[in-house]
Every structure is written in structure tokens, then in C-alpha cells.
């Protein structure tokens, strides 16, 4: 009874499921396919991550011994299916854990039917919580609220818990955690000069998906499991100690600041969630890093990204059609340019173009802000943020982009839309200072859009909105606003919007 064994690009786990049943008479399949690689415009950096750490992860598997079969493009069939038909050969069973997004598992539903040998799908469970424990955490609560779930979490695995206490007394320390930058001098990063794998596959992303976004060079991310771990231990030492008190900063010029940048390493498997959480809680033990870094961190991992893909799950595919705020405005041009005079914006389309990278509060407040108040269409905004960076699959993007972001699943993920004015970004980063905009303005040529479109916002979302007692402070501000101020905002958003059309904002 052989067996194949299909491993995902995003599978690079020693102790995948799957992987954990090998027996000597079986093969493992990996294959780079075009249906994968096109689904959607990925960025040509996130092509090459995937397809480096696929080559390096199929020889150091079979450096260990395993049979494996590598069939790489462009001579590979188009689709993972075509793959699996033309390496099946003489096994008779078809063995995968299951796939991290939605529309895959939808396909492979099929193919046993397709194959005639039996297709086994195998929980996937290098996360801390199960699909089914979370449907349970979430069946029947009136709210589902992320902060919940993480304290269960704490309990359930006891990470930074004394006893039935959390660490330090407190389950949260964001109110440390929200410095705007100060000028300083930040720790180098390690860069991965490419080897003769990696040269390849960089070869073959220029040649053949030159058309799609981003830059491909330099290239000099982390693709083996040694240099994920190198990654972890230099983000621990260097920049984990300050991650907390600046977790919420931006700074023109400076793209990573303190973040750790793990997340395409951990989406891809080369970093596990646990061990990146244990060696977090370390640090904090040994006295290396203070508790508001080593909270703040955890409970992204711990906390966020578990409670997103139990809400993906939970809810697909029903989720994807979620447009409470009736969102329809094309996405304008400046998201795949880049060119825009709005600093801020510039800065993170930079960031992203360049490093297929932006942090957390360039995602949410600058792009995704903008996004949200100016209403832009829903599968629009999924579809570019899961193009544009490395760490993207569905389902950590579309939580984060339709229900953080968007507000689009009316308030089950986040109690109110993070909307913010230019205010905002002036008090949390430097970007204001390098702009063409002036942010204190509402109106005229040189106000910042950030204000127009943030009030227009509101007042056209009020029958929605306004019953949020989180935002009921806002809204008694724009009551107190007459008709002729209300009048300049809707001209000056429709003077924003036409300049935006014309690539000129
Ligand atoms: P750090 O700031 O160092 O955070 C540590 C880790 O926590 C990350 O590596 C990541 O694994 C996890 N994390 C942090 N925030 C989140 C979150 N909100 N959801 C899930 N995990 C989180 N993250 C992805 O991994 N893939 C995506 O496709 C993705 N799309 C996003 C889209 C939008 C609109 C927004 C607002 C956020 C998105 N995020 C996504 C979450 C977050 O922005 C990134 O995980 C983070 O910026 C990655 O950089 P880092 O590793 O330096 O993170
Ligand atoms: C992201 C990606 C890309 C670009 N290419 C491949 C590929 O050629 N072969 C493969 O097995 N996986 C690839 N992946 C990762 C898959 O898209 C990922 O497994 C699914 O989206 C499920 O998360
Ligand atoms: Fe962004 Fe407005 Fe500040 Fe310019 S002035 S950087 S557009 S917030």
C-alpha cells in the first residue's frame, strides 16, 4: 500500500501532518504550478520566497532520506490536480493535510472522485487551536471578540501565565505600547545572499512572470528552515525589547522598525507559532525583553492570528460576500503605481512595492484607512492585499482586509472601524512633516484628504454607525457642524475624487 503524500507550498514542516505518516515505500509530491502561481498577481518577491523555500525544503527532506518528487516550472502541469494525475503512478492512496485556503479544499473535495484512489485530508494542526475548538469557542457567544478568545488562549496553553494570573498582572499592556516614533538608530538587518537555488528560481520569475507586481531584487529573504531560525534569534536579540513600545509607530524611510518580519517565514511553515511564542516568553524570563513587547507580540500570534483564521474558517464562504458598508468605489491606480503625493500612502505602496512588506499600522491606517473612508470596493481591496505582500494567503488577508480593514462583516471582527483622520497620523508618525498636504487643513488645494474623506465618511455611514457608542463622540461633533461646512466637505471629496481619477492626488 504506497502512498503519495502532497505537500503545499505553504506546507514546509517537518512535522506536517501529512508528513508525519511517511513510510519508506511512499513518495512525497511537491510541485510549482501555474494556477497556483497566478490565482492571484502575487508580487514577484512572495514567487520567489515560495518557490526558493519549496526547492530548499524538497532537498533537505530528501537529504533526510525521504523520496520526493520535485516537479518545478516551467515544465511542471498547470495544476496541482495534473501534478498529482501524472506522479500518482502505482500508489493507491493520496494523502494531504489540508490546504490553509478555502478555495483549494473546495477542489480537492473532488478528486478522489477524479483520481479513483482514496484522498485523505488531514487536520492541519501546526496552529494552537484547532478549526473545530474554535467553531465551539464562537457557537452561541452573542459577540465574538478577539480579546475573549486570547484570554481563553493564555489559560488553555498557559504561555506567559502564573498560575490562573497573566504575567506582569495584566492581560494587555497596549496602553504602553503606543509611542509615536522618536529618531533613533535601528539594528541592521540580516540579508540572505541568494545561492545557486535561489539564483534559479529568480531566473524564472523574471522570465516568466516579469508582468506581475512588485520588485523582484534584491532579493535576500530567509528561505531555509536554519536561516527562518536565524531570523527568529536575531528578532529576539535585537528588536523584540523595544517591539512593544513603538508596536504602533510609523517613520518615513524606516520600513520595518521594530517588527519582526516573520510572517511570510511562519504562513510558509518554517517557523512554527509555538516555538516563535516560546522563544518570546524566554526572552521575557531571562529578563532580556520587558512584558509589553513580550504580551504585545504573543497576543499577535496567540491572539490575532489564531482568532482570524478560526473566523475564516468558521465563516467561509459566506464571508467573502460581506459588504455591510456598502463599499463600491473601483480601486484607483495609485494602489499598483505607487505614485501618489499623499507622504503617508507613498511611503507604505513604497514599502510594499519594494519589499512586498508593510507593517501592521501602515496596513491598517494608511492604506487600509484610506481605503475605508473613501469606500472602495470590497474585492477589490481582498484581491490587492492578497497580490502584494509575501505573507499573504486568503486566510489571514481576507479577515484582516474585509472585517479590520474594511468594517465590511459589520462589526463581528473589530468592535468599530479603525477610521482616523489625517490627526492621526500625524500624532503616530513623521509622515506629515515630508508632505505636499497640510494636515491641520479640511479644505482647499493643499488639505490633507485624509480629513474630508474621513467626515464624509461618517456622514455617510451614519444610519449604520451612529448607534456605536464607540463612535458616538465623533458623531456629536459633526452634529454640532452647519450645512455650508458639511456643503465644503462633499465638494471637496468630489474635487479628491476626480483628482485621484486623474492620477493626481
Ligand atoms: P509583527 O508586527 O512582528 O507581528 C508578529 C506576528 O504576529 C506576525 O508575524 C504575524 O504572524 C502575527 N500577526 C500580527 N498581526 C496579525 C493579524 N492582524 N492577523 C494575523 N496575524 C497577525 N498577516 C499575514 O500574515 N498575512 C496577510 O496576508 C495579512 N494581511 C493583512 C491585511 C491587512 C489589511 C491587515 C491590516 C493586516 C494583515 N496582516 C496579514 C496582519 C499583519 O499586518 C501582518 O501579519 C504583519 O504586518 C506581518 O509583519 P511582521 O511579521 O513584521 O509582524
Ligand atoms: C503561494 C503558492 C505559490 C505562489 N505557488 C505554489 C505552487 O506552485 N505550488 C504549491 O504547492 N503551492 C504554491 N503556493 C502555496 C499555495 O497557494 C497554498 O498552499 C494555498 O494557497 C493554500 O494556502
Ligand atoms: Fe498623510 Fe495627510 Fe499627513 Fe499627508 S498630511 S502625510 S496625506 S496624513
Redesign the pocket.
Known amino acids: 500500500m504506497a502512498k503519495l503524500i502532497l505537500v503545499l507550498g505553504d506546507q514546509l514542516s517537518t512535522d506536517l501532518s501529512s508528513l508525519r505518516h511517511y513510510q519508506p515505500e511512499d513518495r512525497v509530491l511537491m510541485a510549482e504550478v501555474m494556477a497556483e502561481a497566478t490565482y492571484s498577481p502575487h508580487h514577484k518577491k512572495k514567487l520567489a520566497l515560495v518557490f526558493s523555500a519549496m526547492r530548499h525544503f524538497a532537498k533537505a527532506l530528501g537529504e533526510q532520506g525521504v523520496k520526493v518528487i520535485y516537479s518545478p516550472l516551467p515544465e511542471s502541469p498547470s495544476t496541482l490536480l495534473d501534478a498529482v494525475k501524472r506522479h500518482l503512478d502505482d500508489a493507491d492512496a493520496l494523502l494531504i493535510t489540508e490546504p490553509g485556503e478555502y478555495r483549494l479544499l473546495a477542489e480537492m473535495q473532488h478528486w478522489q472522485a477524479e483520481l479513483g484512489v482514496k484522498v485523505t485530508l488531514l487536520e492541519d494542526d501546526r496552529f494552537f487551536t484547532s478549526r473545530r475548538e474554535f467553531a465551539r469557542w464562537s457557537q452561541g457567544r452573542r459577540q465574538w471578540r478577539m480579546e475573549h478568545f486570547y484570554r481563553q488562549q493564555r489559560r488553555n496553553t498557559g504561555v506567559l501565565m502564573a498560575g490562573a494570573e497573566p504575567e506582569g498582572g495584566q492581560w494587555n499592556f497596549d496602553h504602553q505600547n503606543r509611542e509615536a516614533w522618536q529618531p533613533q538608530a535601528l539594528p541592521p538587518l540580516k540579508r540572505y545572499a541568494p545561492d545557486a537555488i535561489t539564483q534559479e528560481v529568480l531566473a524564472l520569475v523574471e522570465a516568466r512572470f516579469a508582468h506581475h507586481i512588485g520588485e523582484l531584487l534584491p532579493f535576500e529573504f530567509a528561505v531555509t528552515r536554519q536561516q527562518a531560525l536565524e531570523e527568529l534569534d536575531d528578532f529576539i536579540t535585537q528588536r523584540l525589547p523595544a517591539?512593544g513600545t513603538f508596536?504602533d509607530a510609523m517613520a518615513s524611510g524606516e520600513d520595518?522598525l521594530y517588527?519582526?518580519?516573520?510572517?511570510p517565514l511562519?504562513?510558509l511553515g518554517l517557523l512554527s507559532p509555538r516555538e516563535v511564542c516560546e522563544a518570546a516568553c524566554q526572552a521575557y524570563y531571562q529578563g532580556h525583553a520587558p512584558i509589553n513587547a513580550v504580551e504585545g507580540?504573543v497576543r499577535?500570534?496567540l491572539g490575532?492570528?489564531e482568532y482570524?483564521r478560526g473566523l475564516y474558517w468558521t465563516l467561509m464562504p459566506g464571508y467573502k460576500s460581506h459588504n455591510a458598508l456598502n463599499s463600491t468605489r473601483p480601486l484607483p491606480e495609485l494602489y499598483w503605481s505607487g505614485k501618489t503625493g499623499m507622504h503617508c500612502i507613498s511611503e507604505a505602496l513604497r514599502n510594499t512595492l519594494q519589499n512586498g512588506?508593510?507593517?501592521?499600522i501602515q496596513?491598517?491606517m494608511i492604506t487600509?484607512n484610506f481605503a475605508l473612508i473613501t469606500g472602495l470596493d470590497i474585492e477589490a481591496i481582498c484581491d490587492w492585499?492578497?497580490a502584494v505582500?509575501l505573507?499573504?494567503?486568503e486566510w489571514?488577508?481576507l479577515p484582516?482586509?474585509l472585517g479590520?480593514?474594511m468594517h465590511a462583516d459589520g462589526g463581528l471582527l473589530a468592535s468599530k472601524p479603525y477610521a482616523a483622520s489625517g490627526k492621526y497620523i500625524q500624532r503616530m508618525s513623521n509622515y506629515c512633516q515630508h508632505c505636499r498636504y497640510k494636515v491641520n487643513k479640511l479644505t482647499g488645494a493643499d488639505a490633507c484628504p485624509f480629513n474630508s474623506f474621513y467626515w464624509h465618511f461618517l456622514a455617510r455611514n451614519r444610519t449604520t454607525l451612529a448607534g456605536n457608542p464607540r463612535l458616538a463622540m465623533v458623531y456629536r461633533t459633526l452634529d454640532r457642524w452647519d450645512e455650508a461646512k458639511l456643503d465644503a466637505i462633499n465638494q471637496q471629496v468630489a474635487w479628491q475624487w476626480r483628482r485621484i481619477e486623474n492620477n493626481d492626488l
Do not use: P
Request: proline share 0%; hydrophobic share 40%; aromatic share 22%.
Open positions: 517591539f508596536q520595518y517588527h519582526s518580519r516573520l510572517s511562519i504562513n507580540f499577535q500570534i490575532w492570528r482570524v512588506y508593510a507593517h501592521h496596513r491598517l487600509g492585499y492578497l505582500y505573507d499573504a494567503y489571514v488577508e484582516n482586509t479590520m480593514v
